[in-house]
């Protein structure tokens, strides 16, 4: 089992930032592929960015390429989303996910998942 907990949603402008955090407990976090998606109201879960065992490699949608990064502390069993340039459309909870295969972008692929935080963009 692995417990997943997400902070660091909240309200922000369009084209501000804000970084997110996935705390994990449980089993050996290195042992896991770690991934954030987003869910906005009315409209399906999306990959947003997912981030291999050793943090080495690093895999976003292409909707967030350029503006957001996925980073992993294997020391302190965290991993962070800096959404940097945020737009009204991406409004939405935000969940991160670990799974104990390879890395891929279909949410059934990851076994754990966390509450989700809110992240609320304005103009």
């Known amino acids: 089992q692995v417990q997943l907990v997400e902070s660091g949603g909240g309200l922000v402008q369009a084209g501000g930032s804000l970084r997110l955090s996935c705390a994990a407990s449980g089993r050996t976090f290195s042992n896991y592929v770690m991934a954030w998606f987003r869910q906005a109201p009315g409209k399906e879960r999306e990959f947003v960015a997912a981030i291999n065992r050793s943090g080495a490699g690093t895999y976003y949608a292409d909707s967030v390429k350029g503006r957001f990064t996925i980073y992993r502390d294997n020391g302190k069993n965290t991993v962070d989303l800096q959404m940097n340039s945020l737009k009204l459309a991406e409004t939405a909870v935000y969940y991160c996910?670990?799974?104990?295969?390879?890395?891929?972008?279909?949410?059934?692929?990851?076994?754990?998942w966390g509450q989700g935080t809110q992240v609320t963009v304005y103009s």
């Open positions: 996910a670990a799974g104990s295969g390879t890395v891929e972008v279909t949410g059934r692929a990851y076994g754990y």
